[in-house]
């Protein structure tokens, strides 16, 4: 499953960074997971609180937050909000849209004791 290979990726970041810190425990993990990255956010929460079990994020609270994808209109240069890769520039109507933002998938912040 996509999620659960993230939800491990996910925790072996937080893990390590924990350890570097010379810290235990994982209270809390921030995400930032674009609109257009392709994941399941609820899929996602519910692997990271089962692939969470017997590490240091053990109980960590998952905050996710996900920002909305950006193009930019490769023929008039608009810029604007898009919902997926085949967006319709409301400027000219032109298909041809660079998708500038909207695909990010990373840890934000993490909180540790
Ligand atoms: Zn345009």
Redo the contacts with the bound molecule.
């Keep these: 499953m996509h999620e659960m290979s993230i939800a491990m990726s996910v925790i072996d970041a937080v893990t390590e960074k924990a350890c570097q810190e010379g810290c235990s425990k994982v209270t809390g993990v921030e995400l930032v997971v674009g609109k257009l990255a392709g994941v399941e956010v609820e899929s996602l929460k519910f692997c990271f609180s089962a692939a969470c079990r017997d590490t240091p994020a053990d109980g960590a609270e998952l905050t996710i937050k996900e920002p909305e994808g950006r193009g930019c209109?490769e023929?008039?240069?608009?810029r604007f909000a898009v919902t997926s890769f085949f967006a319709k520039?409301p400027?000219?109507?032109?298909f041809r849209v660079t998708v500038e933002s909207g695909q990010e998938l990373a840890v934000r912040s993490i909180t540790i004791e």
Excluded: L, P, T, V
């Design positions: 209109c023929a008039c240069g608009e520039c400027a000219c109507g032109q």
